[in-house]
């Protein structure tokens, strides 16, 4: 199996917003307790942050991250979880049937993120509250002084604004199973009339409407119509859920997983510049793909609720293996080939919670197979995203007669000189002869290649075994001027970094 991939240095897409190697924490299982924050553990800093989670954390090389939820999010008072820990209330969060202390909160999540290295994303609680709820906790983060809330936020000891600059205008909120979840109208008046305050004052703030919960919801393209517009003026993003199911063991189709999100994202941004040629308008609204992830074993019943209301109780634990990390993988790759709509998206979730990170309380922290390929995406994938003509063998799944073997993505950074070339061979046996030709970069070196693969598509790392999948050095990757020559294994996510 032979494949070609061509680009040219004058021919790129956009630049990549790194903002698309972004994660979620949300108050759900133990993501938070447990996961991120567990004072008593011996890893705990001084904040009760587990320093094992901070270290993978940073080794996942995440940008951004979303808090509070989720599902969470649309029962949640922000004013719960800020002030001394002793005074916070202790309530019942109704969207995971657990009892929430509130010894993690906003202030909690900035230290966090700043200890982590990446940029914090709010969402606002548009399920059982609204924009006066908005407008404070913006007022009490943002702020820098002199005000009721902004007195309030130094008075617990935070002297300086959190400058969030990203907000999501509620969560999910066509989804029946949300809290005060609504129909498009009510919900696109509601985000207008939010955005509208949160941006009185505040013009650089990024807001985003919540776009459908997944692809197949009944409501879908009509939710995106009716909500932007009424929303267009006001916001700068529409979100998008999508999470990966292989219901039927069946890696083929799972595969086209990575399809049916270019599809997905190609028609959001349809809808948007539908309501942009309305309007006569050059603005285009950008697409945030703020959960996504593999999410299909851990699901249902027991994985989405414990009863007696427990404190962090295990749910949706998924453990990943091959098969997702090739998934994973995939969706990176479109991710970085739609760079010029797709600004941020958020891995759901980070630690334990369908999480690249596990831990286990009082134990280790270990990672999981999708951990690799988003954490070598996010390291190597800098710069420039380029145009490339990609000639490769095709094959029948799921919806698709021919979908290409060959999925992949070329990155050039300016700055460092380095091309990057992500690959995906989604042959089941063959192993793939890629040429890659980086036409105008100049004679190159190799300076660093990584290939995912195992013959077990079912190999999962767990506390015992944490290393059974892992990346490996390419053994077969060449260059002679300006080509990459290499052999991809049946099944393997590679990337190839020259200079
Ligand atoms: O990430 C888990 C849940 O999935 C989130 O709370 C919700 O937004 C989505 O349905």
Not at 311 to 323: H, I
Not at 443 to 471: G, I, M, W, Y
């Amino acid at each position: 199996l032979k494949s070609r991939l061509i680009v040219d240095r004058d021919f790129v897409l956009a630049p990549l917003d790194r903002r698309i190697f972004g994660v979620f924490v949300e108050h759900m299982g133990r993501c938070v307790y447990s996961g991120v924050y567990e004072p008593d553990h011996r890893e705990a800093d001084e904040k009760g942050f587990r320093r094992d989670v901070l270290a993978l954390t940073r080794e996942l090389g995440p940008t951004i991250g979303r808090y509070p939820g989720g599902n969470f999010l649309s029962g949640y008072n922000w004013e719960d979880g800020v002030g001394p820990k002793d005074r916070r209330p202790v309530r019942r969060d109704l969207a995971w049937g657990a009892t929430e202390t509130n010894q993690f909160g906003t202030n909690e999540f900035i230290d966090w993120c700043r200890v982590a290295g990446l940029e914090p994303m709010f969402a606002v609680n548009l399920g059982t509250r609204g924009p006066d709820e908005a407008r404070n906790f913006l007022e009490y983060c943002n702020h820098p002084r002199g005000t009721y809330w902004s007195e309030l936020r130094r008075s617990h000891g935070y002297e300086e604004p959190h400058d969030v600059k990203f907000w999501c205008l509620g969560n999910e909120m066509d989804g029946p199973w949300q809290i005060c979840a609504k129909t498009a109208r009510e919900y696109g008046r509601i985000a207008q009339e939010t955005a509208k305050v949160m941006r009185l004052g505040c013009d650089s703030l990024q807001l985003a409407v919540c776009g459908s919960s997944y692809r197949d919801m009944p409501t879908y393209r009509a939710w995106e119509y009716e909500v932007l517009d009424l929303c267009f003026e006001h916001v700068d993003f529409i979100s998008l859920h999508q999470y990966f199911r292989n219901d039927e063991n069946d890696i083929e189709k799972f595969l086209t997983a990575i399809d049916d999100l270019d599809c997905f994202i190609t028609e959001v941004a349809a809808i948007a510049d539908a309501i942009a040629a309305k309007r006569r308008s050059p603005k285009r609204i950008m697409l945030s793909l703020d959960e996504w992830n593999v999410w299909y074993k851990a699901h249902g019943g027991k994985h989405l609720r414990k009863p007696g209301w427990p404190l962090a109780p295990r749910l949706l634990e998924e453990v990943y293996n091959v098969e997702d990390a090739l998934v994973v993988g995939g969706a990176l790759i479109t991710l970085m080939n739609n760079a010029d709509r797709v600004k941020v998206a958020c891995l759901a979730q980070l630690v334990n919670v369908i999480g690249p990170i596990m831990t286990e309380p009082g134990g280790p922290a270990w990672r999981q197979t999708i951990f690799h390929p988003f954490a070598l995406s996010s390291r190597f994938a800098r710069g420039e995203v380029m145009r490339a003509k990609i000639e490769t063998g095709r094959f029948a799944a799921g919806k698709y007669d021919a979908a290409p073997l060959l999925v992949s993505s070329v990155l050039h950074d300016p700055e460092s000189g380095r091309v990057a070339v992500f690959a995906l061979n989604r042959s089941l046996d063959a192993e793939m002869a890629l040429k890659a030709e980086l036409r105008g970069f100049g004679p190159r070196r190799l300076e660093e290649a990584f290939e995912l693969h195992h013959d077990d598509l079912k190999a999962a790392n767990t506390r015992e075994a944490p290393n059974t999948v892992a990346p490996k050095p390419h053994q077969s990757a060449t260059i002679d001027g300006e080509i990459l020559s290499a052999r991809l294994k049946p099944l393997s996510w590679n990337v190839f970094v020259t200079r």
